[in-house]
């Protein structure tokens, strides 16, 4: 099975079709909302249900535990997601609201998000940066890169941001 979220793919699908429906589940997106950690919301009902979902469908730990923190970053993540915008995330936090010069996620905040070593510090990250981006993002880009967080992911956040430009006075 892939390691990576699309659209296509079994993990994709099972992760859209669940977002999608918990607009409707009020409880479990409460529960994952006020998940103020990674590990609580891996000990959460409504995580250890769909994590339930992936393993049937052939997610595969293994000899990489980490992924399973990576999923439950990814579900805490997205319960505060409200729309599925599509385009890079990183591209969006650099996205400028209409009359505005400053983009929605600072410079600062931004590199701030960059320096993140881990899946538990960019998810702290990332629930505060959500609400300034009006809780909408790609919803599998932003999988795939807590999956895959790292060198590369922040890499290609750092190029697909637009920077601000910086006045020489």
Do not use: C
Not at 143 to 149: G, K, Q, S, V
């Amino acid at each position: 099975m892939s390691d990576r979220f699309t659209r296509d793919n079994a993990f994709g699908k099972i992760l859209l079709e669940w977002w999608q429906k918990l607009e409707d589940d009020r409880a479990s997106r409460a529960i994952l909302r006020r998940a103020p950690t990674v590990t609580a919301v891996s000990l959460s009902p409504p995580y250890q249900r769909l994590f339930h979902r992936f393993q049937d469908a052939g997610w595969n730990t293994g000899n990489v535990i980490w992924r399973n923190d990576r999923l439950a970053a990814i579900v805490g993540l997205l319960a505060h997601v409200s729309e599925d915008r599509p385009g890079a995330p990183a591209k969006a936090m650099s996205h400028k609201a209409p009359g505005e010069d400053r983009p929605l996620i600072s410079e600062l905040r931004f590199t701030r998000l960059l320096e993140s070593p881990d899946a538990d510090s960019l998810f702290v990250g990332l629930r505060r940066v959500l609400p300034l981006m009006e809780h909408r993002v790609d919803v599998i880009a932003l999988a795939n890169d807590i999956l895959h967080w790292g060198d590369k992911v922040k890499k290609d956040w750092a190029y697909a941001y637009d920077w601000p430009a910086r006045s020489n006075g």
